[in-house]
């Protein structure tokens, strides 16, 4: 069972997804906006983040980067809104999932099941993993698989979780044709409830923090993608 962090600036919402939570055995913990609950994470080790992004005092993107410069705690995303800019510039900070209001009950938690369930089994593959280290363009992109670090022409390149996973993931099956199924099912996993077109926001976000290199990520057009090692 997780111990869940909840913020948002609605009551109401922060009722329901207790309600629901604790029915499924789960402890709860409430805050009200972006600032408390950078406080309540600097005294509380929390399982998961459910964040609102619309809140007074601090809005929940700001208070996802500064809960980032220290934890890597999964964080859920909600919003009312459900534009690609908002989506990207949290994938970007680092958050695991996106939901847009107004949300299922039941369809959060069965989210935050699938995230804890992702997030443990890639803890428990690292601490599996040999050290492993792919180089290309004469060591220009470096990826060390073990570390989870990227380097682009020798500096380091920061990139949220899932960015990784599904860099590590095309670079170790690299000039294969991945289908979008294939890939959603390997990076996000078989009990994945997202938007599909998820892929194609890190897809993007992929090729924004390879820069030059982007050109390895060549898109097959109604079938997916392939990393084309030259």
């Known amino acids: 069972m997780y111990n869940i962090l909840v913020v948002d ?3 109401r919402i922060r009722t329901i997804i207790r309600k629901y939570a604790e029915f499924e055995g789960h402890t709860v913990d409430e805050a009200t906006d972006g600032m408390d609950a950078i406080n309540k994470c600097r005294r509380t080790k929390y399982d998961i983040i459910i964040m609102d992004i619309m809140m ?7 208070a996802c980067r500064e809960i980032r410069k220290t934890s890597d705690t999964p964080i859920i995303m909600l919003s009312a809104r459900g534009e690609e800019y908002d989506k990207i510039n949290g994938f970007e900070l680092g958050i695991d999932d996106y939901v847009v209001k107004p949300f299922s009950p039941k369809e959060l938690m069965l989210r935050i099941n699938a995230v804890m369930r992702r997030t443990r089994g890639e803890q ?19 990826a060390d698989l073990t570390a989870r670090l990227v380097y682009v022409d020798g500096k380091r390149v920061d990139m949220s979780p899932k960015e990784y996973d599904l860099f590590f993931y095309m670079l170790k099956n690299r000039n294969i044709a991945l289908s979008r199924e294939k ?10 409830y997202g938007d599909a077109r998820t892929l194609d926001t890190h897809i ?13 990520i060549v898109t097959l057009r109604g079938v997916g993608y392939r990393f084309e090692e030259n």
């Open 56 to 62: 007074p005092e601090l809005d929940g993107f700001s």
């Open 204 to 216: 993007k976000l992929l090729r924004k923090s390879l820069g030059r290199y982007a050109k390895y």
């Open 9 to 11: 600036d609605e009551a």
């Open 183 to 192: 890939l959603i099912n390997e990076v996000w996993g078989y009990d994945f």
């Open 124 to 142: 428990n593959r690292q601490g599996e993993r040999k050290n492993e280290v792919i180089e290309l363009d004469g060591g220009g992109l470096k």
